[in-house]
């Protein structure tokens, strides 16, 4: 049974720090693309970041590129999210999800094969 669950997240005063772990169980993460999206309440899920399968490259929205770093350790089988810099609209369910592809990424939700539960991100102004 494939598994992806995140930790991690909490309530943080604005300009502080958080880091978001993606666990996963039943398949080999290092052979998926890893995206981390968020969703806050009345929106849509929208894109955050994603890493091709060995690390080597590393993708962002335009609203967390320079504050939010992607990163991997395929021996742990985890992804991680290190989100810097938080502001108010910040605040979401973040989710992270696999993507099985070896080349390129994806901005789109539909791409995505497997999903996490999610874990709150609160930022406080």
């Known amino acids: 049974q494939v598994q992806l669950v995140e930790s991690g997240g909490g309530l943080v005063q604005a300009g502080g720090s958080l880091r978001l772990s993606c666990a996963a169980s039943?398949?080999?993460?290092?052979?998926?693309?890893m995206g981390w999206f968020r969703q806050a309440p009345g929106l849509e899920r929208e894109f955050v970041a994603a890493i091709t399968w060995n690390g080597g490259n590393t993708y962002y929205s335009d609203s967390v590129k320079g504050r939010f770093t992607i990163s991997r350790d395929n021996a742990k089988n985890t992804v991680y999210l290190q989100m810097n810099s938080l502001k108010a609209e910040d605040t979401a369910v973040y989710y992270c999800?696999?993507?099985?592809?070896?080349?390129?990424?994806?901005?789109?939700?539909?791409?995505?094969?497997?999903w996490g539960q999610g874990t709150q991100v609160t930022v406080s102004s």
């Open positions: 999800a696999a993507d099985r592809r070896m080349y390129g990424y994806s901005r789109s939700r539909a791409s995505y094969e497997y």
């Open positions: 039943g398949l080999p993460l290092s052979s998926y693309l």
